[in-house]
């Protein structure tokens, strides 16, 4: 397993009252980047379930901004991933 450090930028999402975009970004252990993306978008979907709109092809995506194979540092938190609403 290797960590990487993912950003993406979902688009179309139905929040709160209204369509939303948002940015997640997180580390996640992976085997590559492909699965680093995936892991962190089923990690943020237990948090914010709307985000599995992205399975449903209603028109919600999610794009990789940047998918990165980093080093662990202390303190790093691993497998733990952020989203922030626009």
Request: net charge negative; hydrophobic share 55%; proline share 2%.
């Amino acid at each position: 397993m290797n960590l990487w450090a993912v950003m993406a930028v979902g688009e179309g999402f139905v929040h709160l009252e209204g369509t939303a975009s948002f940015e997640l970004y997180g580390v996640v252990s992976a085997a590559d980047a492909s699965a680093a993306l995936g892991k962190a978008i089923e990690l943020a979907a237990q948090r914010w379930p709307e985000i599995a709109q992205a399975r449903e092809g209603n028109g919600a995506v999610i794009n990789a901004e940047a998918v990165d194979n980093i080093t662990l540092t202390p303190g790093m938190e691993v497998d733990v991933v952020d989203v922030s609403w626009m």
